[in-house]
């Protein structure tokens, strides 16, 4: 499904990998819910940081809700979530098989009902992810 996205000059790139690319697959990372940024922020915060983007300047919006990156596995909805609900996620490059073939732990952002999803196999650009 192709996105109309809102353009920012300097995350451009990030929008378009966390949005409309699709060159990298992840699944979420397991047994990670005691792993924390170091900095004791949140791991969106980390994100955030790392890329130099702000999420609520890249997410398309409607009625106060953003597009969650992981908007295509949103069976019950239209994809749009609070703004909270918006995380930064531990996850894992996998083969078209679900299979992992890197060990790297990467963090991306999707809402928190998509980070609950272990075995499902999403779709990002390589400059969503941010290493661990």
Known sequence: M????????ESEDIQQALLDAE????????????DHPDNNSSWREYWEEETGV???DILPEKNGKFLCPGHE???EDDG???????CGCHVQKVNAKGEVID?????????????????????VGRKALVKR
Not at 108 to 122: E, L, V
């Open 54 to 56: 702000k999420l609520e």
């Open 2 to 9: 192709k996105i109309r996205l809102k353009r920012f000059n």
């Open 103 to 123: 060990k790297n732990l990467y963090i991306t952002p999707m809402c928190s009902g998509c980070n609950k999803r272990i075995n499902d196999i999403f779709k």
């Open 80 to 86: 749009y979530v609070d703004p909270e609900k918006i």
């Open 23 to 34: 060159d990298v697959r992840i699944v979420n990372a397991e047994d990670t819910a005691d």
């Open 73 to 75: 596995h949103h069976k």
